[in-house]
């Protein structure tokens, strides 16, 4: 049974940086693409970054292309978030998502087979 559990959210000042964390547990990690969406109160839930299963493709929403990155470490069975000159739209909780696949289209949330629980980042203005 796949379990992943996201971690480090927190409170941040507006043009601060914060990284979260995402762990992953019950099958092999590095099969298997891995993405990040986030939701903010009264919107939907929407994608904002994914990564293949090696982590050499990575993908972006345009909302914050060039100020998040996502790495993963396979050994460590993790996948993380960093997030830079954060703005206080970043507001929401941030999920981890798991996928059956290695690739595809990492923008969907259906591509995404298992969710982690989220965690609340808060940026302040």
């Known amino acids: 049974q796949v379990q992943l559990v996201e971690f480090g959210g927190g409170l941040v000042q507006a043009g601060g940086s914060l990284r979260i964390s995402c762990a992953a547990a019950?099958?092999?990690?590095?099969?298997?693409?891995m993405g990040w969406f986030r939701q903010a109160p009264g919107k939907e839930r929407e994608f904002v970054a994914a990564?293949?299963?090696?982590?050499?493709?990575?993908v972006y929403a345009d909302s914050v292309k060039g100020r998040f990155t996502v790495s993963r470490d396979n050994a460590e069975n993790t996948v993380y978030l960093q997030m830079n000159s954060l703005k206080p739209e970043d507001t929401a909780v941030y999920y981890c998502?798991?996928?059956?696949?290695?690739?595809?289209?990492?923008?969907?949330?259906?591509?995404?087979?298992?969710w982690g629980q989220g965690t609340q980042v808060t940026v302040s203005s």
């Open positions: 019950g099958r092999t990690f590095r099969n298997y693409a």
């Open positions: 990564s293949g299963q090696s982590g050499d493709t990575t």
């Open positions: 998502a798991e996928s059956d696949y290695y690739s595809g289209n990492y923008y969907s949330a259906t591509f995404y087979h298992y």
